[in-house]
């Protein structure tokens, strides 16, 4: 597959995996190093890190939906420094680029973050989740095109390295948001992240997650995704990075010729961790018809 | 079998197909028993498969199943020259990812990933292993049996069931475990609790290895932990990938949340919150 | 079932169907008057009518995608003098009451498009569509609560009639709309309107839909409408009639667990007809669990 | 058959279950035969119903089908005694679909709503019907044949396929249609609509009735027009619904855009625009 750059950075090929929905150190346990010779993705990224440690939120976190996942995990993780102590040495044993996701609940941890990470040369990427639907205030700022260019001027401030702004698609006008971040200093834009959505017990009918509400994804949301990645793209001259809802090669050629420079992998990992090899030879097929952006 | 640090045997990491060679009915359950010709030959009792039918997963009830389904490996068989191994797994109809799988015929593929998970480990030399199964709980304390047979170690077999339909399972272990039902349909009619109190009572220099609803482990738990007996439970969480990638498996222990797909689902009684 | 009450009009159930996914005019040509004996709702709800007649958007309009439907038809409609010269009528004979969905492009033609229903007798209630994606100023209407507040302040002026305020999706926070549609003089809110999506051609990767885009219903938004309903529900206290994905009864009981008044059922209509009927006698099996609000 | 001032006969007001009788290949189309119990026994030709598999509709090529096919009824027989009618249904694979109601097999169920649409209307006095189909559109022309010949009227059949192994679909035919192909691997090695233009210049006092691919329609319509002679066209469309409700289905007709599933599907050829 033909070596790509993102922001800088060369990437083997244009497959990433949505940060949260492959853990490689978990992978390795289960896989050993037969997961670093067939590595599925060409740049791996963290689940969203944060500055103090989380629990997450209660079980259950997970619901089966009609060609869809939704979940309510809560970013749990070790915070940062433990991040960096613990989980960055076996990350940069991964055969490919490392991009880290960052949350901040204020523009000071924000900043405070990404200082922590910003010397460190195992990250070559830093991702900012603007948009978990988990986190109350995530689906706020990355809906919010002022908020948005705050947290990125914030972060901007204190790193050279690449910035992937990751919209939230609560946004009214994802692509106004993405204008923002862009003018604010993003390098690059990530989207879709989940769709908030609320599950019933089957029998009590109550909120069937611990977390009452949760993240709609799979290919429940594929057509989303292809419409905000189009809109974003046709606005922005950054990179876009596509995800939402793709379980095959046919999926990721969409998102590509809907703009998309790069797309990520995420629920379809769940139903095979080799999904991201895969869907790179699938779409292998499609790649003469995919616009070079 | 292969000495793990933790009986842990590394899967390939990549869903796999698998030829369906024989369905059957226990009684309640389905046994399906399907050739795996790339996998290890020697995953561990507790660990676990992810398991989807090759064709037709989805579009069931509620346009569901979508995601693949964690099974415990109830039986091994290695068949000479590389051939690979075969694996029984039991099944208990709750759904429609349950309810697919049992309608899968001989000769139709599987996919399937694993093994998955840490097993049981071995009792220190002065323990007896004493196995207690309920329900479809049965399926890792049965191939925990073999193996430990295997090895020339027969170990006292607890079940318990609701009723004769369920403990039909009972006649797929080696020796004659001791069977008790919530109906006395078959065997006694006890909560298998209780049986289990009066062997660790008789002699509490044992290891218990149990599986079954979560009511049933945590009177497993408490009576381990009063008695200081050394429980190894094997735990079950609504899961979506089963290899550490989503989070989503969690159960609550002494220092937070753990994954039952990488951290289990074999846990230590007192590791549990 | 028990009769219920919606802003002051009887309903011999709660069932209604979604503005545009059942035309009783046309579905009384196909299966006759035995349509009016067997009627599938307990309110019907027109199709969406504007001042100006409308073509609508050129084919295709349709793409099926997993558990839902993407359409782009782009309310072709008689424009409302004909609409009620000649549906009306035919529109008279149902036997349950009648609720006409209207859209207007500009707050004077939204005020004398409910002038001319105002008076008539036969329209029971009042739906102002704020929300469709397919037309450019319905989703930033319903999308904001000034807008929202403005638009239903034009209406309420001009009529008596119950005003139901239907919302769009893509509106970041849906709670605060219903708030202002509700304050502005709205007499029930309802939600959800289709999703914005972008089905690709599989061959060409152009955009499928005359349209380009479309709006996704079915299943696959099933708790995304949940999620919404539960909180528009929460916030307001005037009727809610929730919708989105409703394929069974379970969809329906759990839509008003989450606080609607009321329910209607779009895309399953076009699996079958009788799918009000069904899903009625599959509710009525949940009802006892149901909290009346 | 019914009389109407249109040809279409109403449906029931829902969708019901038919039982599959028949599942056979014919060349490179499927036959299904159902019987419907309870629907009219009076189909216009060109009349179509709405299908969908009783089971595992859904879960196919990206999780489809969702939605419900339409298929025009290729075949009617009424069976004694109000047992209802055998409906005979001639598919071609193109997609999830197709693929699912080729799979049914006798016994199984199949969802069915209709008769939809309106039918083909007799030709004048003075005009002999003419039957062209191209492709899988022979359906609405085969039972549209059946009827003519019921009511002792010979007409014209001439049929196009790609290939010999469509071609076998023209063998269902009570007569000896006229029969040509893109290779010419059976009948003539020509367009069906070449062997039209022979028919109408010898004698123009025809009405064409006729039901294929959007090019074989254009060139028939053309034909038609320029000829003076009067032409009704069987549509397809992308449906969702197929009795009005969606407005999914339209096609651009002299006063704008009309519904293929309410309006049509057969047009006249002056109407489209
Ligand atoms: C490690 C492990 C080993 C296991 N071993 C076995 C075994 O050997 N044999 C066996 O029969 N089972 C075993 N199980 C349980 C098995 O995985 C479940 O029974 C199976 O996943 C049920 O899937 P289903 O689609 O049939 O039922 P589901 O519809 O998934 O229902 C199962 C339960 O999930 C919940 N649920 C209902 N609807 C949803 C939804 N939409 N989304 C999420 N949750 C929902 C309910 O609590 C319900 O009781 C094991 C589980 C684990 C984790
Ligand atoms: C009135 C009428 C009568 C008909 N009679 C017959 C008949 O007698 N026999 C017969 O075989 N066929 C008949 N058809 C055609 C038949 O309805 C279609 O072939 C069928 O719906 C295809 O469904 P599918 O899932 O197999 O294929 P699809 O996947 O639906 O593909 C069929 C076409 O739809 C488009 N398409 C592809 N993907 C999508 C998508 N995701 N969403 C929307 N469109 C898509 C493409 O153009 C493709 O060529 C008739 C159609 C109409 C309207
Ligand atoms: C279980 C789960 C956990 C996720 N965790 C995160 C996260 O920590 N940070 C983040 O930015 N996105 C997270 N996401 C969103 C995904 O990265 C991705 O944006 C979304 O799932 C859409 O892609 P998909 O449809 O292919 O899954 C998570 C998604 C899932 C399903
Ligand atoms: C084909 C189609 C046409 C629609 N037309 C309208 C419309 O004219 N006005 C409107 O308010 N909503 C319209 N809707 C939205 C539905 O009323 C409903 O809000 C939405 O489809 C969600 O419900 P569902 O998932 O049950 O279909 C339309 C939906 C579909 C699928
Ligand atoms: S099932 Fe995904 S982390 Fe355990
Ligand atoms: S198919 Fe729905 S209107 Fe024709």
Redesign the interface.
């Known amino acids: 597959m033909s070596e790509i750059d993102l922001c800088g950075v060369g990437l083997r090929g244009p497959i990433l995996n949505g940060s949260g929905t492959f853990d490689a150190i978990a992978a390795r346990r289960a896989f050993g190093d037969l997961l670093l010779d067939r590595f599925p993705f060409d740049c791996f990224v963290s689940k969203t890190i944060t500055l103090q440690p989380r629990e997450g939120n209660p079980p259950p976190r997970l619901w089966e939906t009609a060609s869809g996942l939704v979940n309510s995990i809560g970013l749990p993780n070790k915070g940062v420094r433990r991040f960096l102590e613990l989980d960055l040495p076996l990350l940069a044993e991964l055969p490919v680029p490392l991009c880290v996701s960052v949350m901040g609940f204020s523009h000071e941890e924000l900043a405070r973050l990404v200082e922590e990470i910003e010397a460190l040369d195992e990250i070559s990427l830093i991702e900012l989740n603007l948009s978990c639907p988990n986190v109350e205030t995530g689906t706020l700022v990355g809906a919010d095109p002022e908020e948005t260019a705050a947290a990125l001027t914030a972060a901007r401030a204190s790193t050279d390295k690449p910035l992937i702004a990751k919209l939230s698609p609560s946004a009214t006008d994802p692509a106004a948001v993405a204008a923002a971040a862009e003018l604010a200093g993003a390098d690059a834009i990530s989207l879709i992240n989940t769709l908030k959505g609320m599950p019933l017990h089957p029998t009590t009918r109550e909120p069937w997650l611990g977390g009452r509400t949760g993240g709609l994804s799979g290919p429940a949301v594929r057509v989303v995704a292809l419409e905000q990645v189009a809109s974003v793209a046709a606005r922005v001259d950054v990179p876009v990075i596509g995800m939402g809802g793709i379980s095959c090669g046919r999926d990721a050629a969409d998102l590509l010729a809907a703009g998309a420079s790069a797309v990520a992998v995420g629920t379809e990992n769940f139903r095979d961790p080799a999904a991201g090899r895969r869907i790179a030879a699938e779409l292998a097929a499609f790649e003469q018809k995919v616009p070079a952006k | 079998m292969s000495v793990a640090a933790e009986p842990?045997t590394?899967?390939?990491?990549?869903?796999r197909i698998a030829e369906v060679k024989r369905v059957e009915r226990i009684g309640a359950y389905d046994l399906i028993v399907a050739r795996d010709p790339v996998g290890p030959a020697d995953p561990q009792p507790g660990q676990f498969y992810m398991l989807?039918s090759g064709e037709?997963?989805?579009?069931?009830d509620?346009?569901?199943?979508?995601?693949?389904r964690a099974f415990s490996f109830a039986r091994v068989r290695r068949l000479p020259g590389g051939q690979g191994v075969d694996l029984s797994f039991l099944l208990e109809d709750v759904g429609p990812g349950t309810q697919r799988l049992g309608e899968l015929a001989a000769g139709e593929s599987l996919m399937l990933?694993g093994p998955?998970?840490v097993g049981f480990a071995r009792p220190s030399q002065d323990r007896r292993p004493l196995l207690v199964g309920g329900g479809i709980g049965v399926a890792p304390i049965l191939c925990w049996d073999d193996e430990l047979r295997a090895d020339g170690v027969e170990a006292a077999v607890l079940l318990g069931f609701r009723s004769a339909g369920h403990a039909a399972a009972a006649a797929l272990f080696g020796g004659a475990p001791d069977v008790s039902t919530d109906d006395g349909s078959a065997g006694r009619r006890a909560l298998v609790t209780e049986p289990l109190r009066a062997e660790l009572e008789r002699d509490p220099h044992a290891t218990v290895y149990a599986c079954g609803p979560e009511p049933m482990l945590d009177a497993v738990r408490g009576l381990c932990a009063n008695l200081g007996v050394p429980a190894q439970l094997a735990l079950e969480?609504?899961?979506?990938?089963g290899?550490?990638?989503?989070?989503?498996?969690?159960?609550a222990t002494v220092d937070?949340?753990a994954?039952v797909c990488?951290d289990g689902p074999v846990f230590a009684g007192e590791a549990l919150a």
């Open positions: 842990r590394l899967a390939p990491p990549e869903r989807a037709r997963w989805g579009g069931g509620r346009e569901r199943p979508y995601l693949p990933l998955l998970g969480a609504g899961m979506a990938c290899y550490g990638a989503c989070f989503g498996c969690v159960v937070g949340y994954r990488v």
